[in-house]
């Protein structure tokens, strides 16, 4: 049974912005990188999976259940998120924002109510361990550094346990150091085979070399899906980029690497400076 299923989901803002007849499959332990140029639609996306929106067509089902007709407690049990950048708007501890995790498990819904429950705790300590936070578990989250706040998010979400992990650019404004250690600790939260997860990027060469099967999004509907080798080609990017790319293959991997993006002015020879989002490609 696949743990996620988007069948023809449309969403317009305002502006004209969106997405549009998207339609995709998430099976049970699959890493699946969402992909594409700005404004392609993969914030609106990940809105639309964390019931933010409501599709104004189709359905998005998972575990078999349509996200509109679950409650906000019932999708918390089976979707957690790490947004790009975490605030929280009190001085709680890190220990104390982690256990929040645990508040989709709270009997009746009432917070507080499984609070002191052992595997609350046990489970919030696993997380902090998992994401070697534990030595902060007495600090106030608003005395972290954005590196520290990152992990304390990614914490929090695998804590509460729920089948869908969706991620939003999560290591987009992080230094090398704490960029590894989130991977790191991504990668092997999916080895473990503990769900879905869902990661948005705009680093190609990351999520060609990760993830399971990429989505690649771009004017709002989806361009391509498959393996990272089907959809990491000059046929699929060009057109969504709409720039001359550059793709080879990792020496070690084999996994396809995109070596250089060039806009219309390099193709005639003349100088000119990548795009953040070309810088980004090429970072990792």
Sequence with gaps: MNTLQVEGVSFRYRTGRGVEDVTFRASPGELLGVVGPNSAGKSTLLRLLSKVLLPQQGRILIEGHDVAALSRMA??????????????AFPFRVAEVVLMGRYPHAAGGAWG????????????????????????????????????????????????EAPILLLDEPTAHLDLRHQGIVLSILLAHHREGRGTTILVSHDLNLA??????????????????????????????????????????????????????????????????????????GRS
């Design 75 to 88: 999708l918390a049990r089976r979707v957690a998120v790490v947004p790009q950048e975490f605030h929280v």
């Design 208 to 281: 060609a070399e990760h993830c399971d099967r990429l989505l690649l999004l771009a004017g709002g509907r989806v361009r391509a899906v498959g393996r990272p080798e089907e959809v990491i080609t000059p046929e699929h990017l060009e057109p969504a980029y709409g720039c001359p790319v550059t793709v080879e293959r990792h020496p070690a991997s084999g996994r396809p690497r995109v070596q250089g993006i060039l806009n219309q002015r390099d193709a005639h020879g003349t100088a000119s400076q990548h795009s953040p989002e070309v810088r980004e490609a």
């Design 113 to 160: 109510a499984t609070n002191d429950d052992a595997r609350d705790r046990t489970m919030a300590q696993a997380a902090l361990k998992a994401t070697g936070t534990a030595h902060l578990a007495s600090r106030r989250v608003d005395e972290l550094s954005g590196g520290e706040r990152q992990l304390v998010s990614l914490a929090r979400a695998l804590a509460q």
